[in-house]
């Protein structure tokens, strides 16, 4: 079964610095996809970025980019220029390329504080 | 707004009772998913349907059931109901099972 770690419960970063967020999953698949989720105190869930396995090169979306290392299955979130509006959960989470099912396998999610 | 709703959007109740919650997809999304985001558990898959069909099982107790229904709107009942049970209940859509996820809003329940 695959699973996914996020091994920092609490982050911090001040205002326009930047901070990573790290994840590592377990799976012994070859084609899956792999995300990360912004949950503000809204409770809402965004999507943040996506990354395909069989890509080599690293998705970007604006200030967010990912280190994508299929080797070492690891996954970090790189979150630029830091903004208060960035504070919130974020999830690390992996899918799988393969059958029909596509659920979402999430981490326990790291809590980002941004300081003015 | 990800275009999926679901009601209510809080629901307060006593243990031992039953409830249901609510999910519209999106449009033209075929598919449905619920998660369960419990301070424990954290976010965990429980059932997902296409075009009406169960499709797949992840953590559902035998005490939850969910439907599709013919115009794709989801329910997803809870009965017998325990102070555990109390959590973030989400709804996603997507247009077919490996396609993007968008979330619903969330119901929050509270088993008192």
């Known amino acids: 079964a695959q699973t996914v770690t996020q091994s920092q419960p609490e982050m911090s970063v001040q205002e326009a610095e930047t901070v990573t967020l790290s994840c590592t999953y377990d799976?012994?698949?070859?084609?899956?996809?792999l995300f990360w989720y912004k949950q503000p105190p809204s409770r809402q869930m965004i999507l943040v970025i996506r990354?395909?396995?069989?890509?080599?090169q690293n998705a970007t979306e604006n200030r967010f980019s990912v280190n994508f290392q299929k080797a070492a299955k690891s996954f970090s979130l790189k979150i630029s220029d830091s903004q208060l509006g960035d504070a919130a959960m974020y999830f690390c989470?992996?899918?799988?390329?393969?059958?029909?099912?596509?659920?979402?396998?999430f981490g326990k999610g790291t809590k980002l504080s941004v300081k003015p | 707004d990800s275009g999926v709703t679901q009601t209510p959007k809080h629901l307060i109740t006593a243990t031992g009772q039953r409830v249901t919650l609510r999910c519209s997809p999106r449009?033209?999304?075929?598919?449905v998913y619920w998660y369960q985001q419990s301070l424990d558990q954290g976010l965990q898959f429980l059932i997902q349907?296409?075009?009406?069909?169960?499709?797949a099982k992840g953590n559902i107790l035998e005490r939850f059931s969910a439907q599709q229904f013919p115009d794709l709107h989801s329910e997803l009942n809870l009965s017998s109901l325990e102070l555990g049970d109390s959590a973030l209940y989400f709804c996603?859509?997507?247009?077919?099972?490996?396609?993007?996820?968008?979330f619903g809003p969330g119901t929050r329940l509270t088993v008192t």
């Open positions: 989470a992996y899918r799988s390329a393969r059958g029909s099912q596509g659920n979402l396998i």
């Open positions: 996603a859509s997507s247009e077919a099972p490996l396609y993007e996820q968008y």
């Open positions: 799976t012994s698949e070859s084609d899956y996809y």
């Open positions: 990354q395909e396995a069989y890509k080599q």
């Open positions: 449009s033209g999304d075929l598919s």
């Open positions: 349907y296409y075009n009406g069909e169960e499709r």
